[in-house]
């Protein structure tokens, strides 16, 4: 995704979920006579061929720091963790690991690998080389941003505090058997481990020279490296011939790295990508012009526009620690300020859909109107700012609204700004790069900003506990709530899904009566393909399956 999303962390949908899909359907198989006059069917897939695909500049493409939306796109195709997501229906299904199960109580969990699966150095794919990775980013001196996906199992606070040097829960039973033992029973951890994050890596091929490696990194997945990652130009991966799982039927992808949408979608145009995102602006433009699909998920050459929805949410971040910002009237008053179908209709051309919550729709669980302030009503607004002592906005500061420069993010803002003016808010404009940003966001030196959470896996919890729970490293707004804590601590625990889904509503409805965010709207894909592209699939977590899909001569 060119306007960056922190993957919640960051990916996908659960077993309900409609996926989001390209699907551009080869034409049916024909039939040809053979050397005995009968008649057999001709394949109607095409072998070979490059995928030509645009993404940002990437943070990082190496497992122990996938934490967005680019590198995760890259990283994926280069490796495979222990599970997987179907991209249509979105069911785990096996990946590195053929089968899996855990105790009663979900505190230890087993997982039987596929035998004479390779990295791309030829070298055995084995238990040791995931414990291995998950240890290495686990180290603190490796400054894995993304560790907190193991936060569960044992030792990892023993490593965190550098009082141990391995997770004393992940046990190496054999070549192909991993045991992982937790602190506490997490009845969802089958979903952690399939964020590409927890694949696997060789560990004479990292140690031999890291820096290479984070550059050139050797996978297990269905296409390898070509050459070293080149900054600010490209990515380039081919298929893997060894590859323990089906068989790629394209030669490879080159990831085209662009400055911004707009000039990606030129690029498209002039028939340089097959993938893109479509600009802000341009939506019915591209529509008009390429076809919708019409189900919203598959598309064939003249249906080429997805827009199918995303396991995703737009929202303002509301730093609690700030002064203005800690009565939660004032955070009530600047959401229902905000005219969110106004934003949708001007930006984005009504494709996407205002929020009402911070779990997205296709979330087992999902509620609608969980955030009780996540509405547009000018006038109750003014009231909650007048009860917090700032009627009509009088002798309330102005306040800064941040935001990540280059994506498109100050047209929205702009329009925040117009409404908070309604209420008698006045707020400033203050963009920054991407990396700035986020040492912003982290270090607490901002009041009203912007991100957008897209999930690591497709469960509730990946919505709150990352976002809410006190210390998180993504919880941007500081929230405490010591009730909300242990709720969250019980849900995981909790083993029965109904109860354990009941406790997470019950944990979204006290974090939105709190106003400690202000939900914008869920995505939608706004994403087109070329008419050579076949049988891609785009799912709603934003990933393309590139082993699937085929491209016409």
Same mark, same amino acid.
């Given at each position: 995704?060119?306007?960056?999303?922190?993957?919640?962390?960051?990916?996908?949908?659960?077993?309900?979920?409609?996926?989001?899909?390209?699907?551009?359907?080869?034409?049916?198989?024909?039939?040809?006579?053979?050397?005995?006059?009968?008649?057999?069917?001709?394949?109607?897939?095409?072998?070979?061929?490059?995928?030509?695909?645009?993404?940002?500049?990437?943070?990082?493409?190496?497992?122990?720091?996938?934490?967005?939306?680019?590198?995760?796109?890259?990283?994926?195709?280069?490796?495979?963790?222990?599970?997987?997501?179907?991209?249509?229906?979105?069911?785990?299904?096996?990946?590195?690991?053929?089968?899996?199960?855990?105790?009663?109580?979900?505190?230890?969990?087993?997982?039987?690998?596929?035998?004479?699966?390779?990295?791309?150095?030829?070298?055995?794919?084995?238990?040791?080389?995931?414990?291995?990775?998950?240890?290495?980013?686990?180290?603190?001196?490796?400054?894995?941003?993304?560790?907190?996906?193991?936060?569960?199992?044992?030792?990892?606070?023993?490593?965190?505090?550098?009082?141990?040097?391995?997770?004393?829960?992940?046990?190496?039973?054999?070549?192909?058997?991993?045991?992982?033992?937790?602190?506490?029973?997490?009845?969802?951890?089958?979903?952690?481990?399939?964020?590409?994050?927890?694949?696997?890596?060789?560990?004479?091929?990292?140690?031999?020279?890291?820096?290479?490696?984070?550059?050139?990194?050797?996978?297990?997945?269905?296409?390898?490296?070509?050459?070293?990652?080149?900054?600010?130009? #490209?990515?380039?991966?081919?298929?893997?011939?060894?590859?323990?799982?089906?068989?790629?039927?394209?030669?490879?992808?080159?990831?085209?790295?662009?400055?911004?949408?707009?000039?990606?979608?030129?690029?498209?145009?002039?028939?340089?990508?097959?993938?893109?995102?479509?600009?802000?602006?341009?939506?019915?433009?591209?529509?008009?012009?390429?076809?919708?699909?019409?189900?919203?998920?598959?598309?064939?050459?003249?249906?080429?526009?997805?827009?199918?929805?995303?396991?995703?949410?737009?929202?303002?971040?509301?730093?609690?620690?700030?002064?203005?910002?800690?009565?939660?009237?004032?955070?009530?008053?600047?959401?229902?300020?905000?005219?969110?179908?106004?934003?949708?209709?001007?930006?984005?051309?009504?494709?996407?859909?205002?929020?009402?919550?911070?779990?997205?729709?296709?979330?087992?669980?999902?509620?609608?109107?969980?955030?009780? %302030?996540?509405?547009?009503?000018?006038?109750?607004?003014?009231?909650?700012?007048?009860?917090?002592?700032?009627?009509?906005?009088?002798?309330?500061?102005?306040?800064?609204?941040?935001?990540?420069?280059?994506?498109?993010?100050?047209?929205?803002?702009?329009?925040?700004?117009?409404?908070?003016?309604?209420?008698?808010?006045?707020?400033?404009?203050?963009?920054?790069?991407?990396?700035?940003?986020?040492?912003?966001?982290?270090?607490?030196? %901002?009041?009203?900003?912007?991100?957008?959470?897209?999930?690591?896996?497709?469960?509730?919890?990946?919505?709150?506990?990352?976002?809410?729970?006190?210390?998180?490293?993504?919880?941007?707004?500081?929230?405490?709530?010591?009730?909300?804590?242990?709720?969250?601590?019980?849900?995981?625990?909790?083993?029965?899904?109904?109860?354990?889904?009941?406790?997470?509503?019950?944990?979204?409805?006290?974090?939105?009566?709190?106003?400690?965010?202000?939900?914008?709207?869920?995505?939608?894909?706004?994403?087109?393909?070329?008419?050579?592209?076949?049988?891609?699939? #785009?799912?709603?977590?934003?990933?393309?399956?590139?082993?699937?899909?085929?491209?016409?001569?």
């Amino acid at each position: 995704m060119s306007e960056r999303i922190r993957k919640g962390f960051s990916f996908l949908l659960a077993l309900t979920l409609v996926v989001s899909m390209f699907s551009i359907t080869g034409c049916a198989a024909e039939e040809e006579p053979t050397d005995d006059g009968t008649e057999e069917p001709v394949s109607d897939v095409t072998k070979g061929g490059t995928f030509n695909f645009y993404i940002s500049e990437p943070a990082f493409i190496d497992p122990y720091n996938l934490q967005e939306s680019e590198g995760t796109q890259v990283g994926q195709a280069v490796f495979d963790s222990l599970v997987a997501f179907d991209p249509i229906t979105s069911e785990l299904k096996p990946a590195a690991a053929e089968s899996w199960e855990s105790n009663e109580d979900a505190t230890v969990w087993t997982f039987h690998l596929v035998e004479g699966a390779k990295f791309h150095d030829g070298s055995d794919v084995t238990a040791d080389d995931f414990k291995y990775a998950w240890e290495r980013i686990c180290t603190p001196s490796v400054a894995s941003e993304i560790s907190y996906h193991l936060g569960a199992v044992k030792g990892y606070d023993a490593m965190q505090d550098e009082t141990a040097t391995e997770l004393e829960g992940v046990k190496v039973i054999d070549d192909y058997t991993l045991e992982v033992t937790l602190n506490y029973g997490f009845a969802d951890f089958e979903f952690v481990v399939g964020h590409p994050a927890l694949a696997p890596v060789p560990k004479e091929a990292v140690e031999s020279d890291p820096a290479a490696f984070s550059e050139m990194p050797i996978g297990n997945g269905p296409f390898k490296m070509a050459e070293p990652w080149a900054h600010d130009q #490209y990515i380039k991966i081919v298929k893997f011939d060894d590859y323990y799982g089906d068989e790629p039927n394209i030669d490879g992808v080159d990831f085209k790295i662009l400055a911004d949408q707009d000039t990606a979608f030129l690029e498209f145009e002039a028939g340089n990508l097959d993938f893109t995102q479509i600009p802000t602006g341009r939506i019915q433009e591209t529509i008009d012009k390429y076809g919708e699909s019409p189900d919203g998920y598959t598309v064939n050459p003249g249906e080429q526009v997805s827009l199918g929805a995303e396991q995703a949410i737009y929202y303002l971040l509301v730093n609690t620690t700030d002064p203005a910002l800690k009565d939660p009237n004032v955070r009530a008053a600047l959401s229902m300020a905000i005219d969110r179908q106004d934003i949708c209709d001007k930006v984005f051309e009504g494709t996407r859909t205002p929020a009402t919550g911070i779990v997205p729709p296709g979330i087992v669980g999902y509620e609608a109107n969980a955030f009780p %302030y996540a509405k547009y009503d000018v006038e109750a607004a003014k009231a909650k700012l007048a009860e917090a002592g700032f009627p009509n906005g009088e002798g309330f500061p102005e306040i800064s609204l941040e935001y990540n420069s280059g994506s498109g993010h100050e047209d929205i803002l702009q329009l925040v700004q117009e409404d908070l003016k309604a209420i008698g808010v006045n707020g400033k404009l203050v963009g920054s790069e991407w990396a700035q940003y986020l040492d912003k966001l982290g270090a607490a030196d %901002y009041q009203v900003g912007r991100l957008g959470w897209i999930a690591d896996y497709p469960i509730m919890d990946n919505f709150l506990y990352p976002l809410f729970k006190t210390g998180s490293s993504d919880n941007y707004s500081f929230y405490s709530n010591p009730d909300v804590d242990a709720k969250l601590d019980e849900a995981r625990t909790t083993v029965d899904d109904d109860a354990r889904v009941a406790l997470y509503q019950e944990i979204e409805s006290i974090v939105g009566n709190d106003a400690v965010s202000i939900p914008m709207f869920y995505y939608r894909h706004t994403r087109v393909a070329s008419d050579r592209v076949n049988d891609g699939v #785009y799912s709603a977590n934003g990933l393309f399956t590139f082993e699937s899909c085929w491209l016409s001569e």
